[in-house]
């Protein structure tokens, strides 16, 4: 699944600890995220939704392939 975090993080001007304590987590989550090393669990997908206020989609864009 590839991801559009990077975008929307630097859109709000945030580190990537800045995020990751805003969603309670860790930085390395932040980062893991970001260089689709990791797919975030479906709560965490919806707080991040949430905390930019676009839908999940915006953010995340399912690949079949993956």
Known sequence: MENKLKVFRAMKDLTQEDLAKELGVTRQTVIAI??????????????????????IEDIFVYNEND
Request: proline share 5%; glycine share 0%.
């Open 34 to 55: 970001e260089k689709d090393k990791y797919d975030p669990s479906l709560n965490l997908a919806f707080k991040m939704a949430k905390f930019f206020d676009v839908n």
